[in-house]
C-alpha cells in the first residue's frame, strides 16, 4: 500500500508541478512580451461567422466588426445557417450599410454544426487570412490587427490565437467562475505553453490561421465537436506555429444557467474524446510533436478531471482513515496544500488581468469545492454519450449553445 500511495503521490504532484509552472510561464509571458511592430503592408483577411438563430447577439458583434482598425483588405462574411429567427434580416441591414459585411446563405446539409458552415465560408474566400469569431463574439478594435501582425512576423506561424474574455462576467457566480475559469486556463496557461514550448491552440473565436495552411489540413473537421482543438492538431501535424497575444482581446457571452453551461461543456469535453479516437486512425497525430501537442490540449480537460478525482479520494481516505493511521496526515495535507495552489492560481489570473475583487476573492476560495468538482462529472457523462455515438455508429449532434 506505500509503495502504491508514493507513486500516486509523485503523479500527482508531477501533474500539480507542470500546472504551476505554466501559471508562473504565463505571467512572465504578459508582464513582458510587448505587442508586435507593425506591417509596411497588411495581408488580405476574411472575418467568418457562422451563425444559426443568433437574434438576440448578432447585431452587437456586427457593431464590433464595423469598429475594427485594420489597415489591410478586409471582408466579413456572416455565414447564415438556415435560421429560422431574425438572424438574416439583421445581416442584410449590415450588409447594406458596410460594404466589407457579405451576408452568404449556407446551403443545408450534414452533420450539422460549425465546423461544415465554416468549410463552406472557405470555399468563398480567397483573402490571405481566414480570422474566426463566434456570433455573440465583440473584438476590440484592435483584437484583429495584433493577431495579424504576430502571425506575420513570428517564424514558422500559420496564424495567432487571442484571448476571449467574459462579458457577462458580473452576471451571477457561475459567469464569474467562467471568467476566472478562462483567465487561467485559456490565457495565463496558454500563455506559459507558448512561451516555454512554443505551442498554441485555436480557441474557436478571436484566431487568425493562413488560408494556405488551412486548405492543406484539409479545413475543419466537420464531424469534430471541439473543431478548434482537432484543426490545431491538425496544423502541428503540418509544423505550423500559432503564437498566443494575450493583447488581442474579445468579449463573448458566457452561459448563465447550469442547465446551457452543461450542454455546452459536455460537447466540449466530448469534442476532446473524440481527438483520443483520432489519435489512433491517423498515422499523422502519431509523431511525437504531434502527440505532445494534443496531450497539452487533453490536459486542460481530462488530466485536471482526474487530479481532481485524486485529490478527493485523497481527502477521503484521510478523513476516513482508512489507510493507516500514520498516512492521515499528509493526505489531509496534500488535499489542502492542492486546494491552495488551485487558489493561488486563479488569484495571480485576477491581479495579472484586472480582475481583482472582493467578490471574485470570495468566488476563488469556494471554486475549488464547486465549478471544478463538476468536470468529473462532465468527464463521465461526455464518455458515456461518445460511446453510445460510437456503438450506434452515428454523427455527432451539435449542441448550440443558448444566448441570453
Known amino acids: 500500500m506505500s509503495v502504491v500511495l508514493l507513486v500516486i503521490a509523485a503523479m500527482f504532484w508531477l501533474l500539480l508541478l507542470y500546472y504551476s509552472v505554466l501559471c508562473v510561464a504565463g ?32 447585431a452587437q458583434t456586427l457593431d464590433a ?6 489597415d489591410g483588405p478586409l471582408t466579413v462574411y456572416v455565414l447564415n445557417d438556415n435560421s429560422s429567427d431574425a438572424t438574416g434580416d439583421i445581416a442584410d441591414y449590415y450588409a447594406s450599410m458596410f460594404s466589407h459585411i457579405r451576408h452568404v446563405k449556407v446551403p443545408p446539409g450534414t452533420p450539422k454544426g460549425k465546423g461544415r458552415v465554416l468549410n463552406y465560408g472557405l470555399t468563398l474566400a480567397r483573402e490571405n487570412y481566414i480570422a474566426v469569431y463566434d456570433a455573440d463574439n465583440q473584438p476590440e478594435p484592435d483584437a484583429l490587427r495584433l493577431l495579424i501582425e504576430a502571425a506575420v512576423q513570428t517564424p514558422g506561424a500559420v496564424g495567432a490565437v487571442g484571448y476571449v474574455k467574459t462579458l457577462n462576467a458580473e452576471k451571477n457566480w457561475l459567469t464569474r467562475m467562467i471568467a476566472l475559469e478562462f483567465a487561467v486556463f485559456q490565457l495565463l496557461m496558454q500563455c506559459g505553453r507558448w512561451h516555454l514550448f512554443g505551442l498554441g491552440t485555436l480557441t474557436g473565436t478571436n484566431l487568425v490561421v493562413e488560408r494556405e495552411a488551412l486548405v492543406a489540413a484539409g479545413g475543419w473537421d466537420s464531424s469534430a465537436l471541439a473543431e478548434d482543438a482537432d484543426l490545431s492538431i491538425s496544423l502541428a501535424a503540418l509544423g505550423g506555429r500559432l503564437p498566443i497575444v494575450p493583447q488581442s482581446r474579445s468579449w463573448e457571452q ?15 469535453m466530448q469534442g476532446n474524446l473524440q481527438l483520443i479516437g483520432k489519435m489512433f486512425e491517423k498515422p499523422a497525430w502519431r509523431e511525437r510533436h504531434v502527440v505532445l501537442h494534443a496531450a497539452h490540449i487533453l490536459s486542460i480537460y481530462i488530466v485536471f478531471a482526474a487530479v481532481l478525482f485524486i485529490s478527493d479520494v485523497w ?4 478523513v476516513l482513515g482508512i489507510v493507516h493511521t500514520s498516512y492521515t496526515v499528509p493526505l ?8 491552495l495552489i488551485y487558489v493561488i492560481q486563479l488569484l495571480s489570473a485576477e491581479v495579472a488581468d484586472g ?27 461526455a464518455a458515456v454519450l461518445e460511446y453510445k455515438r460510437r456503438r450506434m455508429n452515428v454523427e455527432p449532434v451539435w449542441d448550440k449553445t443558448v444566448r441570453f
Open 65 to 70: 466588426m464595423a469598429r475594427l482598425k485594420y
Open 355 to 381: 480582475m481583482a475583487s472582493p467578490v471574485n476573492l470570495a468566488v476563488s476560495f469556494v471554486m475549488y469545492f464547486t465549478y471544478s468538482q463538476l468536470w468529473m462529472f462532465l468527464l463521465v457523462r
Open 27 to 58: 505571467l512572465a509571458f504578459r508582464s513582458k512580451t510587448a505587442p508586435s511592430p507593425s506591417l509596411d503592408e497588411y495581408p488580405s483577411v476574411a472575418i467568418l461567422i457562422a451563425a444559426y438563430n443568433e437574434e438576440k447577439v448578432l
Open 332 to 339: 489531509l495535507l496534500l488535499w489542502f496544500e492542492t486546494w
Open 254 to 268: 458566457e452561459p448563465q444557467t447550469f442547465a446551457v453551461w452543461l450542454r455546452q461543456r459536455t460537447r466540449w
Open 315 to 318: 481527502f477521503l481516505l484521510g
